[in-house]
């Protein structure tokens, strides 16, 4: 296994601490398996998502107490390398049916949020999805306002908070987007992005998330 000079000051942990120079042990991956879930128009149209196409995710949200460990560890303790192995699990349980022609787009953050953390993690994720299939990332959207934390929100304040807080910020766009992030509970976030692209002359969007529910 590769060391950089930093794993002597800031040496890695695995998350469940079993183990030292790496995120993931042996044992957390053989845990950490892709379980697809998959949303389909129908669905989502039931939910209230009138615009996103379909949302995929890599498993269950709830499926294991691993990856909400891991999840909370790229964003709210800031760990960027454990991206890597997320956006792995992403490829595994998500790319099955690429769309044609599509390109990858991550969630944006508000340049305060994104200022704060370092790093946008949804862009962190796209990278490594970017990668491993070949499919071109782009930033097509911004966050035009500061819409706050959404993790204690229901729907409809989530919904409120969203309300145009999206813009598209490059042309031409391509016929198919797929959109990549973190997470999705209510699917707001990606709904909210898929709007606008559409909009714009998007005509499918995606949403490809680690978790989902």
């Not at 992403?90 to 991550?106: K, N, R, T, W, Y």
Request: proline share 7%; with cysteine; glycine share 8%.
């Amino acid at each position: 296994m590769a060391f950089s000079p930093l794993d002597f000051v800031f040496p890695k942990r695995s998350l469940t601490g079993a183990g030292e120079g790496m995120f993931f042990t042996e044992e957390d991956v053989r845990v950490l398996r892709p379980d697809p879930v998959c949303e389909e128009c129908d669905a989502l149209r039931r939910r209230g998502l009138h615009a996103i196409d379909c949302i995929r995710a890599a498993m269950p949200y709830h499926a294991s107490l691993l990856v909400k460990k891991a999840v909370h560890t790229l964003k709210y303790r800031r760990i960027p390398g454990v991206a890597e192995h997320l956006g792995g699990l992403l490829v595994e349980g998500c790319s099955s049916s690429l769309p044609p022609s599509c390109v990858l787009c991550p969630v944006p953050l508000h340049w305060t949020r994104r200022f704060w953390r370092g790093f946008n993690q949804a862009e962190l994720l796209a990278a490594v999805v970017g990668e491993r299939t070949g499919l071109p990332v782009q930033r097509l959207l911004r966050r035009a306002r500061p819409t706050g934390s959404q993790a204690r929100r229901n729907r409809c304040e989530r919904l409120t908070a969203l309300a145009g807080a999206f813009r598209v910020c490059a042309v031409p766009l391509p016929r198919c987007v797929v959109l990549i992030d973190d997470l999705a509970t209510t699917g707001a976030t990606l709904d909210a992005c898929a709007v606008v692209l559409k909009e714009a002359g998007v005509q499918r969007v995606e949403g490809w998330v680690i978790a989902h529910g």
